[in-house]
């Protein structure tokens, strides 16, 4: 597994160039700190960047309430373009950058997998399963993460982490899956294909980085809107406009676009450049326990002995996977 890029030796770091002039030399740069009082310095910052990284999953968590109590039944295609390409424009106003190059073929792709697709996917799994059983279904994601790392980014296999993917998933299937919890077919097709193509996305997110210069609030602008632009003529042929959106419904709708949409996304791919995205992928726990928490608070669901322990082994998963392991070499 790599290292964050908060951790990584600056390539070229600890090598001399013939002619360059040494440590100490007239000219020379200054002697790098000792590496525990660096290291001490950059503790904080890797932790922060996790704190805020979480923000994303705990918003996404509250799709599943926002869309069974708030919003017009039977619209998935416009809820997620309603999140999508407001939130989408407002970024590219405020980040003031258009992809260019690359970027353009990169935005499209980015925004197809992280919102495009997924956003129908999840708003469809939303309507057709109780919260949280829909959002059990994106447990399995840090799992396709580990081994897409692998595979696309040729991270190596870290044990440690993958094993506590399994615990975690476990866990949230114990807080989520009560004997009450109804499957509809349609809904776990969607529920999972929407965690295939974000875990994707998540993974070429981390390949792709982001270009020089470029913030990731207009990153999340550029991958918002062209989810968006895929959505509109979708929505418009397949489901059509809702009859009738009142206070309640746009409250939902700016609460996801705005919260759930540009400031997750933003706070989102800015963590992916700075965590190893296993890491990352494993906060994703945070969205069934939001979603199952509230059902607690809002609906009045209680919490049997094996949902507390579900809790304590999804936690505990999470925590525990954000600090170092065993890797298996290859």
Partial sequence: MTTSPALETPAGAGVTVPGAPGPGSPGSPAEAPAPGSASRRRALPLALVTVLA???????????????????????????????LPAGLVALALGRALPHGVWWFRAAVLGLLNIGF???????????????????????????VAFLAVAVLQEKLVFWRLAWAVVGAVGVGFVVLGRSAGLDAVGVLAGLAGTASMGLGVVLTKKWGRPAGVRPLAMAGWQLTAG????????????????????????????????????????????????????????????????????????GE??????VVGLVLAFGAMLLGQLGGWRLRR
Avoid at 59 to 72: A, E, K
Avoid at 231 to 258: I, K, M, N, Q
Avoid at 302 to 307: D, H
């Fill in 118 to 144: 997924f956003f129908p996917f999840l708003f469809i799994s939303a309507a057709h399963l109780p919260g949280g059983v829909a959002a059990t279904l994106g447990a399995a994601q840090p799992l396709l």
């Fill in 302 to 307: 209680t919490f049997g002995p094996l949902q």
């Fill in 228 to 299: 968006g632009l895929f959505l509109l003529p979708l929505t418009l042929l397949v489901e059509g406009l809702p009859a009738d959106v009142g206070p309640r419904a746009l409250g939902g709708y700016l609460w996801l676009g705005l919260v759930g949409g540009l400031l997750a996304y933003a706070l989102w791919f800015w963590a992916i450049g700075k965590l190893p995205v296993t890491r990352a992928s494993l906060l994703g726990f945070l969205s069934p326990l939001m979603a199952a928490g509230l059902g607690v608070l809002v609906k």
């Fill in 54 to 84: 979480a923000v994303a999953p705990l918003s996404w968590g509250t799709t599943y309430l926002v869309t069974t109590d708030f919003l017009p039944a039977g619209h998935p295609l416009f809820a997620g373009l309603a999140r999508a």
